[in-house]
Structure formats: structure tokens, C-alpha cells
């Protein structure tokens, strides 16, 4: 094939489309799958209540999530209280 | 054979490779140390270019049988491995494991910011073409801008292998460099306002869709261009063996060893082919300059069209995860994060622009899809016997000696 600025320019030109084409394809498909299979959250495990008779590594965990807590949202340890803690 | 001292010595100086060792050679050796001081001290992809600069300087070291074109040599074996299109895309499969598909299917749309970012691959064509390549080089250096190692390694050594070397360098040195290449443009190309943007929160995707994603893109793209099958194929392979959720040692062998591996084999061969009279040339400086091109060009092309889509939804898409369109992931999703932290620190971008991220590397395939149709040869019969022959020798005599055994056991 011809090496010429125009040349390139039609060969970009047709490439292009030929892109757009082919991901506009992949998009439809993909909102076409998403449709036809929606997420569906797996059931939540049981809520563990922290009580006074927990481990004492659950105690130390508590601490350690009320005082990052404390710093990131500025407040005193003692203004809220984490009532319970549910593993993912 | 009678000894002497005298002629054993000047035997032993004449047998040293600094008798043979040219002004080109030791150049290269320079440069050899260059890339190496560059991986290690800059941390330019030092899983790249580290073995990509050592296996340079073993090439130019005269005599030492490690260049590319040494037939018979440790690393002429590599090399057949990038010749026979092997090694790019077992990558490829390494990458498609590491790759979570998820933002991209969350937000599909996103799908034609990958698409916008090659713009950069066709400015450097028109560029390469008015620079003097033919088609087929300036399609090869033209895919730099699609910023990815492994296609420009693949279409560089199915349309121009004589460039091969030079193509490898420039892709992987800007690609280390699109944190300092990108966020001036991204800059420039939107407002403040536009920086601070901030996107809904993605929703989840079910696993199913994950699994069967893989397959919808192998069948799409391969049948449309059949030529970046290998390239395609594997990756999407590799993306089937993390989300199917049954191949849980396959996964972690093709994200971790394997990949690791062949990276060493594809920098050793790239480096290989890094002689004086393949780099040392005009043509060198040019790909390098049309390589920066490619990148500036990309990034713009996403930008502008994150904008556009910024304007056609209404204001929910920040224009700066259009940069990372370009592939190059995960680095320029996170150059999209940065600077979108730098307007507004409580914005997250980081997923949102791996949207873009991953569509970019499938863009860019098929973008060498699209020029492999155009240029390659693709279809036509290969065969593989001949091809492996002068790498494996014939194997003819090992099939007989084990039909000897076979014979011996039954006997």
C-alpha cells in the first residue's frame, strides 16, 4: 500500500470507526448481560453484638476501631459508642 | 603440542572480545547501562527494562554469541519465542489474571474512552507515514501510543521486526513516564471545576456476568479480527481463570510465576535485538520522538472525550478518567486519581478510572487487530514444523528413538 499522508489519514479514519464499532458492540453486550443477570448480594451474616463477656481480642479490636474512628471523623472517644461489629 | 609462554599470551589477547569491540558496540554498551541505571535508580518499569538493558549489553559484547541474530545462541532461542509470537501473549494471560473486569462492566460506557485514547495510535501513524515509514513500520510505531508492551512487541514483530528493538524501549520508557507525560495535559484540557467531579459509586456486578464477559469478548472481537487472537484470546483466558472460581492454581500461576518468567524471556530477547546496527540509526531518534507523540496524543484524545461524555450525561463523569484510556494500567489510572486529589482530596477516582484503564488494553488490541486485517497476513498457513526447525533442530530423529522405545517395551 501507498505510504502517504493521506493514505494514512484514510487507513486512521477507517480504523477508527472499525474501533468504535467493535467496543459499541461490547457495550451493548454488556448492558445486555447486566440486564438479563443482576447482582444479587449474598445473604448477610449474623450480626455479632458486643457485650461486656466478649474476648478480650474482640476488646482490643473495639479500641482500635473507636480510636481510628475518633481521628478520621474528629470526635472524642467518648461521644459515640460502636455497638456491634459485622465481619464480611 | 609444545608450550610457549609468548604465543599462549598473544593467543589469549586476540582471543579477548575488546580486539573486536567497535565504537558502535561500546555505544551500545553505554546505553545498555543507561536503561539499567534507569530501572534501577529511576524506577522506570524495572521488571522491563532491567533484563531489557542487561540483555543489551550481553548483545553488544563482541563474540560473546548473545544477540538476537546469533543463531544458536542462549538468547537467539529467546528471541524465536517473540518471532513466533509466543511470548506477548502469554503475558497477555498474565495481565488478563491480575485483571478485575468489574468497573468496566459497572460502568460500561466507559468502554469509548479506551476507544477515544487510540487516537494517539493514528496521529503517530500519519506522523510516522509523514516522516518517512511505510505502512507497515508506521503502523508498528504507531501502537506505541496504545501503551502497551506486549501488543507493540507482537505488532512490531509481525510488520516491522527490524524495529522491533527500538519500538520495545520507546513503549516501555514512556509508560514509566506517564506520570510526568500526562497530567500536564489533563491540566490543560480541563477546568477546575470539571477536576472536581465527583462520580456515583459504582454497583456491584454479578459473578456470573464476570465469567461469561470473557467469552462475549473473545467471540466478538477474534471473529471481527481474527488477527489479535492470540493476543486477545489469552488475555480473556487469563481473565476466565480468576473469575471462573475453579482454576484458583491456574490463576495464581499465569498472575504471578508465569508471567514473571516470561517477562524475563521477552526483556532478555527485546534487549537482545538491541545491536548497534539495528539502534544506532536515524530511525531510532524518530520512534522516539513520534513515541512521545503517541502518548501526548492519547492522553488527549480520552480527556476530550471524557469531556464530551462529561457534557452528554450531565455533569457525572469526571473528563480525567478519559486519560486513562491509554492502557498502561494500572499506572494511569492512578496519574487519574492524583490529579483528580489534587483539586478535591476527599475525591476518589482510582475505580472509576479503571473503567477506561482496562478498556484502554482491550482498545488497543483490537486497534492492532485493525492493522494487522489491514497490513499483516493474517490467515495464511504457518507451518509450525519449519518454523521451530532451526530453533528445535528436526525433531524426526527424537519421534524415531521414541518409537524405538515403544517397540523395545512391547518386544
Same mark, same amino acid.
Given at each position: 500500500m501507498e505510504a502517504s499522508v493521506s493514505a494514512a489519514l484514510n487507513v486512521s479514519m477507517l480504523a477508527m470507526s472499525v474501533i468504535f464499532t467493535v467496543l459499541i458492540i461490547l457495550i451493548f453486550t454488556i448492558k445486555a448481560l447486566v440486564k438479563l443477570i443482576p447482582y444479587e448480594a449474598p445473604p448477610a451474616p449474623p450480626a455479632r453484638k458486643v457485650s461486656a463477656s466478649s474476648p478480650p481480642e474482640q476488646d482490643d479490636q473495639v479500641a482500635a476501631i473507636t480510636a481510628s474512628l475518633a481521628a478520621h471523623i474528629g470526635?472524642?472517644?467518648?461521644?459515640f459508642r460502636i455497638v456491634n461489629i459485622q465481619s464480611r | 603440542m609444545e608450550f610457549s609462554f609468548s604465543s599462549s599470551t598473544s593467543k589469549i589477547v586476540h582471543s579477548t572480545a575488546f580486539t573486536t569491540l567497535d565504537s558502535g558496540d561500546a555505544l551500545m554498551i553505554g546505553i545498555a547501562c543507561l536503561l539499567v541505571y534507569l530501572a534501577i535508580w529511576?524506577?522506570?518499569?524495572p521488571l522491563l527494562l532491567l533484563p531489557m538493558g542487561f540483555g543489551c549489553l550481553l548483545a553488544n559484547i563482541p563474540m560473546s554469541m548473545m544477540a538476537s541474530t546469533d543463531t544458536g545462541g542462549l538468547l537467539n532461542f529467546f528471541y524465536q519465542g517473540i518471532k513466533h509470537e509466543v511470548l506477548p501473549p502469554i503475558i497477555f494471560m498474565g495481565v488478563g489474571a491480575l485483571t478485575d473486569f468489574g468497573p468496566l462492566l459497572a460502568n460500561p460506557t466507559v468502554l469509548l474512552l479506551g476507544a477515544a485514547a487510540q487516537i494517539g495510535v493514528y496521529m503517530t501513524l500519519i506522523g510516522a507515514v509523514f516522516l518517512g515509514f511505510n505502512m507497515q513500520e508506521a503502523s508498528a510505531i504507531g501502537i506505541i501510543g496504545g501503551a502497551d508492551g506486549p501488543t507493540s512487541i507482537f505488532l512490531a514483530s509481525k510488520l516491522a521486526p527490524h524495529l522491533l528493538a527500538p519500538i520495545a524501549v520507546a513503549a516501555y520508557s514512556y509508560m514509566s513516564l506517564v506520570p510526568l507525560i500526562q497530567p500536564p495535559i489533563m491540566r490543560l484540557l480541563t477546568t477546575k471545576e470539571e477536576r472536581k467531579i465527583k462520580m456515583e459509586q459504582l454497583k456491584p456486578i454479578s459473578q456470573t456476568v464476570k465469567i461469561i464477559f470473557p467469552v462475549a469478548v473473545t467471540i466478538v472481537c477474534c471473529l471481527m479480527l481474527p488477527g489479535v487472537t492470540p493476543l486477545l484470546g489469552m488475555f480473556m483466558l487469563g481473565n476466565m481463570f480468576r473469575e471462573s472460581g475453579v482454576t484458583a492454581r491456574l490463576h495464581e500461576t499465569a498472575e504471578t510465576h508465569l508471567i514473571n518468567i516470561v517477562t524475563i524471556f521477552l526483556a532478555l530477547a527485546v534487549g537482545s535485538s538491541m545491536t548497534a546496527e539495528s539502534f544506532l540509526r536515524l530511525e531510532t531518534l524518530k520512534i522516539i520522538a513520534l513515541g512521545l507523540l503517541a502518548f501526548a496524543f492519547a492522553t488527549a484524545g480520552g480527556v476530550i472525550f471524557g469531556r464530551i461524555m462529561c457534557k452528554v450525561s450531565g455533569g457525572k *463523569?469526571?473528563?480525567?478518567?478519559?486519560?486513562?484510556? *491509554?492502557?498502561a494500567v494500572p499506572m494511569a489510572a492512578r496519574v487519574s486519581q492524583k490529579v483528580g486529589s489534587e483539586e478535591d482530596p476527599s475525591n476518589f477516582l482510582l475505580m472509576h478510572a479503571m473503567g477506561p484503564n482496562v478498556a484502554g488494553v482491550i482498545g488497543s488490541a483490537v486497534a492492532a487487530g485493525v492493522f494487522l486485517s489491514l497490513f499483516g497476513d493474517v490467515g495464511s498457513s504457518i507451518d509450525t514444523h519449519a518454523a521451530l526447525a532451526p530453533v528445535i533442530g528436526n525433531p524426526e530423529p527424537g519421534m524415531q528413538a521414541l518409537a524405538t522405545v515403544v517397540e523395545v517395551i512391547k518386544q
Open positions: 470526635k472524642r472517644p467518648e461521644e | 529511576k524506577k522506570f518499569e *463523569v469526571n473528563p480525567l478518567i478519559g486519560s486513562a484510556g *491509554v492502557s
